[in-house]
């Protein structure tokens, strides 16, 4: 490569449709995306007991889980509402959950049972992995 061409910068128009609303004709194939990882059993089943009436009990863990789930739900990941829809993707409030995890974790370090430290951490990795895809574009839900 000759040093112009290190220095050319290329631009891509990967939009679907023109200024109008038109769909273009030259727009690029859409890549079929990778599904988001589902919330974990644990975070699921809080959530359906506490549609059942029945509140779980008030512990470290269950805190970190209604924190967890907080982030899956900005991140789309969660029941659907109505038929066809589910929760709008919030990456911003998820972003900040994530952190306050992240933060929650560091501070709490080497004061968690065996237990929480793994639920704790695979939280945390199952959270940023599905954050990433969503981010990146490649586990966004159709609408």
Known sequence: MTKNEEDEIKIIDKRRFDDDGEERDDAPEEEE?????????????????????????????????????????SLGLGPELEAGQSFPVDLPSARWTIEALEMLHEKTSGNLTGEEERIFERLLAELRMAYVQIASGNGEKSP
């Open 33 to 73: 995306a990778s599904a988001p990882p589902e919330p974990p059993a644990d975070v699921r089943d809080a959530g359906k007991e506490a549609a059942n009436g029945q509140m779980p009990s008030v512990d470290f863990i269950t805190f970190v889980l209604s924190l967890s789930q907080t982030a899956f739900l």
